[in-house]
């Protein structure tokens, strides 16, 4: 409970955020480039922080970890709900995403290793909980506390949940006896910490900006790119690296990784398009517009357990590709139906699927790289799926942005759109009715983009193991010394 309770608390902020931008840039009288960077800060923070942890978990112990964590959390958040200015505001996001980083990872290893390895499909469904229902249940959150309340209270909500979470950790998560022992690697953290953040950074300002090729977007991303692979090279030849990349010898573990970066990038790359065409297209609220996301959440909690039991039992496999083909169709299902004028209910509908096909999908691929690591292996293995799914996450938001961008620039320019048209502008009510049809094509179009780079994601996903844990954890052992000459 104290686990969840933490992971809802760091995933509900970020899209809670999200929909105070517009509010912040009113309040503190600051232009949209400049409050960007309270959701980019943070975001660029969380990438910083989260290759220590796997050191940090051995270093100091899980439990403890999780605590800082929270703890640096809720400072950071009752900080940004006292922010008197934009910068303050940015400052204190930094503070907050140095303590959430660390949550999600630290909480994954404790729950895995406290399970075992026949138990890790439904610890997984647990995670998994809050990373499928912060993006749905975030914007509702937010809506109604900007509308109603203050937007100060996106952020002073933290300090009950961070409370109540750390009373918890401290009373039911067990004493854990860290290794004294363990060597920070220091330059892999130089190398990677910066390369991660200027990585994701060059990939937002690209999508801001609706094209990678500029300096401004395309500079920092070589540098996070270069400064990646170099870490990868050192990764492999360390005797203690920050993050054991030698784990992606086993099959298993490089199969569910390959299906994570496709998959996360084509899913959080399309989970992206719904709200906006909700609002510019349908002219909808920000509390509308989660109400409306919310049967996906829905979906989710049906064919979550069952997702987790599944795996435990046969291996994510078969749960993985029957996941997947749900998640297909339905967004497939959006490419075909999106129009300025389609029913809600038939939305809600696809949206719903959509959710029965993530419960089967996400959590089963990251059990089926952590279900055969030994007890040890579990922190690294959690901050490396950590990154993966942080990067895959960028990566997708940023195409998808731009390939939106560019198609609406396309359909609007003989109504005088041009390449001025932006994902998230609003458009005059008068001028609604001309260009809904054409708005609706582009966001339909971009869609198909996401369909195609699902499909990719079959090709790693057929090497899931399929078999029950204990089972593919003796076979995996016995390729590794193979694998190794």
Known sequence: MCVVLGAIMSILDVTVVNVAINDLTKEFDAPLATIQWVATGYTLALATVIPITGWAAA???????????????????????????????????????????????????????????????????????????????????????????????????????????????????????????????????????????????????????????????????????????????????????????????????????????????????????????????????????????????LGAMVTMPVGGKLTDRIGPGRVVLVGMVVVVLSVAGFAAILEADTSFWALGGVLFVMGLGMGLTMMPTMAAAIQTLEHDEVPRASTMLNIIQQVSTSLGTALISVLLANKLASNLKPFGGGGQTKPGQKIPEAAMDKIAGPMADAFQHTYWYAVALLALAFIPALLLPRKRPDATAAAEKAEVPIAMH
């Open 59 to 297: 270093r100091f112990g899980t439990k403890r970890l999780y605590m800082i964590s929270i703890g640096l959390f809720v400072i950071g958040s009752m900080l940004a709900g006292l922010a008197w200015s934009a910068t303050s505001l940015i400052v204190f996001r930094v503070l907050q995403g140095l303590g959430g980083g660390m949550i999600m990872p630290a909480g994954m290893t404790i729950l895995t290793q406290a399970a075992g390895p026949k138990r890790v499909g439904q610890v997984m469904s647990v995670v998994g909980i809050p990373m499928l229902l912060g993006p749905i249940l975030g914007p509702i959150l937010g809506g109604w506390l900007v509308d109603d309340v203050s937007w100060r209270w996106i952020f002073f909500i933290n300090l009950p949940i961070g409370i109540v979470a750390l009373a918890l950790s401290a009373r039911i998560l067990k004493k854990d006896q860290p290794q004294r022992t363990e060597r920070l690697d220091v330059l892999g953290l130089i190398l990677l910490s910066p390369g991660l953040a200027s990585l994701i950074y060059g990939l937002a300002k690209g999508a801001e900006l609706k094209d990678f090729t500029k300096p401004d977007g395309l500079i920092p991303t070589v540098i996070g790119a270069v400064l990646v692979i170099a870490f990868v090279f050192r990764a492999l030849n360390a005797k203690s690296p920050l993050i054991d990349l030698r784990l992606l010898k086993r099959r298993s573990v490089v199969a569910a990784s390959g299906t994570m970066v496709l998959f996360m990038a084509a899913f959080m790359g399309a989970m992206l398009l719904l709200p906006l065409y909700y609002q510019t297209v349908r002219g909808q609220g920000a509390l509308h517009s989660g109400l409306l996301l919310a049967p996906q959440g």
